[in-house]
């Protein structure tokens, strides 16, 4: 989630008066991140009703692990080059990862009930909305826990490289335990370094409206994280 170095060129001003801009980028933030994850979870859909699909998928792991390559290096050059990049062509390329995250994502069409699939977005969508109000209404700097919450994402990233090796079901749900409250530290925590640094923005233009699409992959991602791991507790495996 803290891979938007551009994001982080535009540091908490002195003041946080609310300009004009700060609306419609905004609105833009929440629009951006809500049309992804419907592209995701129609894709992923998708995906998973079409047996030809999903075989060529899973039982290749070329296939496989082409696409979650390609997923990062999408993500890595959108947030490292974006600078370099006009809007519209930031814009496809999060539109693409979209796309590619949902058809990795199709394999839990396999593995869970479809009911506790829509019963876990709902809860997820619930759990995010109000993190994402307390990080927006909060006048609290959230810079230090951030960096908290930071370490704590790297700590959980190397947890999760060890336990494939060592395969604990102890340890993948202790793992997941703290899946859940890092992404949900993070939603809040995103939400309001955000608002932060769109407050300072006094107009919409290509470089605003990258830095509002940034902050939509971030929240986007902090929301498809957050459901991954409450399925794994509330979700029914087939």
Known sequence: MENDSYLRDYSYGSSHDVTAAFPALMRNVYVWMTMALAVTGLTAFYVASTPELLYAIFSSKLAFWG?????LAVVMILTSCIKKLSFPVAALMMAAY???????????FIVYT?????????ITA????????VGYTTNRDMTKIGGILFMGLIGLVIAVVVNMFLGSSLMDYIISVFGVLIFTGLTAYDS???????????????????????????????????????????GNRK
Do not use: H, P, W
């Open 67 to 71: 696409l979650f390559i390609a997923e």
């Open 98 to 108: 979209s796309i590619l995250n949902g058809v990795t994502m199709s394999a839990i």
């Open 114 to 122: 479809l009911s506790s699939i829509a019963s876990t977005f709902f």
């Open 126 to 133: 619930g759990t995010f909305a109000a993190m994402a109000v």
């Open 192 to 234: 309001n370094k955000i608002k932060a640094m769109l407050m300072q923005c006094d107009r919409v233009d290509d470089n605003t409206q990258k830095i509002a699409l940034l902050g939509s992959l971030s929240l986007y991602l902090d929301f498809v994280n957050l459901f991954l791991y409450l399925l794994r507790f509330l």
